[in-house]
């Protein structure tokens, strides 16, 4: 059986930014606010900025009062969950999130995270009834998600042996644990993206 880890260790915060035009125009707060981090699957952002995506945590085609620029509708999100989650809400009202076990819960809420785990090789599971719901709908199955977060760890790694190299530049077996190291990230990075 393998080690459970916290579905993520810091929950984001929505700021308060002025009223801006369009809702794309809010990339980089969102960005800060959710730690470089998709809302939904709690990946990383560690490659493109065109890999994440502004989403609208109530759908555009349910808002009646929330304007589509309003910030705290807004969500930093990878494109997976942006397209898995699409106009899908459990009601045809802009304030009801929830019907019985069907529904979203907004990622910036800090009881979004008691829905999910996270086994120690990346892949995501639910825990509530609810948060099977939010798993099945947002596609938190798919392999994308425990690449990313493999990712990261190589991410870790690389940093990691940077610093031993600038401690040890000469030691050759600093050197190729880095190049190693850049070789599977480029692999995995390929696998991620490239699908
Ligand atoms: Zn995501």
């Known amino acids: 059986m393998p080690n459970q880890v916290p579905f993520r260790t810091s929950n984001p915060v929505r700021s308060t930014p002025g ?10 707060e969102l960005k800060t606010d959710f730690n470089g981090r998709c809302g939904y699957c709690n990946s990383f952002d560690q490659r493109r900025n065109n890999d994440f995506e ?11 009062t929330i304007r589509h620029n309003d910030y705290f509708n807004l969500v930093y999100s990878c494109k997976s969950c942006n397209r898995s989650k699409s106009g899908k809400w459990p009601s045809n009202d802009e304030m009801i999130h929830l019907v019985g076990n069907t529904g979203f819960v907004d990622p910036a809420d800090p009881n979004y995270s008691s ?23 947002l596609s938190l199955f798919h392999d994308q998600h425990a690449v990313s977060w493999m990712l990261e760890k190589i991410r870790m790694a690389i940093e990691e ?32 993206f490239n699908v």
């Open 19 to 28: 009223l801006k035009p369009k809702h794309q125009d809010y990339f980089n």
């Open 54 to 64: 502004v989403d609208h945590y109530v759908p555009r085609r349910v808002l009646s």
């Open 115 to 137: 829905h999910f785990i996270r086994y120690d090789f990346g892949e995501i599971y639910w825990v509530t009834p609810n948060g099977k719901w939010m798993y099945e709908e």
């Open 161 to 192: 042996a940077r610093q031993k190299k600038t401690a040890q530049p000469t030691n050759p077996i600093v050197n190729d644990a880095l190049i190693a190291l850049f070789e599977i990230q480029e692999t995995y990075l390929d696998k991620l």
